[in-house]
């Protein structure tokens, strides 16, 4: 039986982002499967045992912090009813998933005393927003990150509307790393992948974005259009890809980047504020990976044979500009 999604939230803080994330949920996963905290508990029933009923049928639990949550959570803390700190602290025990929801890049401050919930301020956050054209690409990405999680596939019908992937989102630090690594979602990221082929220019030898790093003697220039090939196909023995699941820092900038691999070399990749997109590895050259940056541009790396340095070339859309970076495995 497919699993809910538990939506968590006060309503003074951004309700309407709410509600149409909900929408927007239930397009993909189907009706009934949103459970939307408050708004769903009705008059004169027993509110524990509502949230409990649900968050025992729910696959991940997502927190929609807006602008307001933390002064609202202030002013609460000495009441008897909270109905936040029960939810967060029951899906715990339960072992279900707790996906902090930024919106418009809230950011919880360091003095913000959660009590028993403190662990929530360890999760990485997803933010989503309407602003500069972001809404869709955000939920869309938050849709992958749901749909990696165990029976939360989505609906896979002719009646129900399909968005159309244009990257994929994620954070690693959502859940344990054990258990993402147990989340075999080839269908789904193959679906995604046919969705939206990358177009990247095809390397010849005088561009610097096919030099080869760390190939080792004999390398030759990857024709990356070619490498890809059509997505689900098997050709041969399937090569060792290394593993990138984790958190890397660019050397030229700072940015971090948190990367989820999935089986067939495929992951997914978010830098919370900055951009969201997918990769995968090249069949012929295991080490090397390409990889696109909704809005942002497109890149090809290599991953260094110990697993803690990436290097590569990246191409950014608007300008044209390419760029040569640097990033290391923080964990």
Same mark, same amino acid.
């Given at each position: 039986?497919?699993?809910?999604?538990?939506?968590? &939230?006060?309503?003074?803080?951004? *309700?309407? &982002?709410?509600?149409?994330?909900?929408?927007?949920?239930?397009? @993909?996963?189907?009706?009934?499967?949103?459970?939307?905290?408050?708004?769903?508990?009705?008059? /004169?029933?027993?509110?524990?045992?509502?949230?409990?009923?649900? !968050?025992?049928?729910?696959?991940?639990?997502?927190?929609?912090?807006?602008?307001?949550?933390?002064?609202?959570?202030?002013?609460?803390?000495? $009441?008897?009813?909270?109905?936040?700190?029960?939810?967060?602290?029951?899906?715990? +025990?339960?072992?279900?998933?707790?996906?902090?929801?930024?919106?418009?890049?809230?950011?919880?401050?360091?003095?913000? #005393?959660?009590?028993?919930? @403190?662990?929530?301020?360890?999760?990485?956050? &997803?933010?989503?927003?309407?602003?500069?054209?972001?809404?869709?690409?955000?939920?869309? /990405?938050?849709?992958?990150?749901?749909?990696?999680?165990?029976?939360?596939?989505?609906?896979? #019908?002719?009646?129900? *509307?399909?968005?159309?992937? $244009?990257?994929?989102?994620?954070?690693?630090?959502?859940?344990?790393?054990?258990?993402?690594?147990?989340?075999?979602?080839?269908?789904?990221?193959?679906?995604?992948?046919?969705? %939206?082929?990358?177009?990247? #220019?095809?390397?010849?030898?005088? $561009?610097?974005?096919? +030099?080869?790093?760390?190939?080792?003697?004999?390398?030759?220039?990857?024709?990356?259009?070619?490498?890809?090939?059509?997505?689900?196909?098997?050709? /041969?023995?399937?090569?060792?890809?290394?593993?990138?699941?984790?958190?890397?820092?660019?050397?030229? #900038?700072?940015?971090? &980047?948190?990367?989820? %691999?999935? $089986?067939?070399?495929?992951?997914?990749?978010?830098?919370?504020?900055?951009?969201?997109?997918?990769?995968?590895? !090249?069949?012929?050259? *295991?080490? %090397?990976?390409?990889? @696109?940056?909704?809005?942002?541009?497109?890149?090809?790396?290599?991953?260094?044979?110990?697993?803690?340095?990436?290097?590569?070339?990246?191409?950014?859309?608007?300008?044209?500009?390419? %760029?040569?970076?640097?990033?290391? !495995?923080?964990?």
């Amino acid at each position: 039986m497919a699993k809910k999604i538990f939506l968590s &939230y006060r309503r003074e803080d951004r *309700p309407g &982002y709410v509600a149409r994330l909900k929408d927007e949920l239930e397009r @993909t996963f189907g009706k009934g499967r949103v459970f939307r905290d408050v708004e769903d508990i009705a008059g /004169g029933s027993k509110w524990k045992e509502v949230l409990e009923h649900n !968050l025992q049928a729910s696959g991940v639990v997502l927190v929609i912090i807006g602008p307001h949550w933390e002064s609202i959570w202030a002013a609460r803390v000495g $009441d008897s009813v909270n109905y936040v700190a029960f939810e967060l602290e029951r899906a715990r +025990e339960l072992g279900v998933p707790v996906i902090p929801v930024t919106l418009d890049g809230t950011v919880l401050s360091n003095k913000i #005393d959660l009590g028993e919930i @403190t662990w929530l301020l360890d999760n990485q956050c &997803y933010d989503i927003s309407d602003k500069q054209g972001r809404w869709g690409a955000d939920v869309k /990405g938050l849709m992958a990150l749901i749909e990696a999680l165990p029976g939360m596939g989505a609906v896979r #019908d002719e009646q129900a *509307p399909k968005p159309v992937p $244009d990257g994929i989102a994620s954070t690693r630090g959502l859940v344990k790393k054990a258990g993402w690594a147990a989340v075999t979602l080839v269908g789904a990221l193959v679906l995604v992948l046919a969705l %939206q082929e990358p177009q990247l #220019d095809e390397p010849t030898g005088n $561009d610097p974005v096919s +030099e080869q790093r760390w190939a080792g003697p004999g390398a030759v220039n990857v024709d990356v259009t070619s490498q890809i090939g059509t997505p689900g196909e098997s050709p /041969g023995l399937a090569p060792d890809y290394p593993d990138i699941t984790g958190t890397w820092q660019s050397s030229s #900038d700072g940015t971090v &980047y948190h990367v989820v %691999q999935y $089986d067939g070399g495929h992951f997914a990749i978010n830098s919370p504020g900055y951009a969201a997109g997918s990769g995968r590895f !090249l069949p012929q050259q *295991p080490h %090397q990976f390409q990889v @696109t940056l909704t809005g942002v541009g497109q890149g090809l790396f290599s991953v260094s044979p110990d697993g803690t340095t990436i290097e590569g070339w990246f191409t950014e859309t608007a300008t044209g500009l390419r %760029q040569h970076d640097t990033l290391t !495995l923080l964990d």
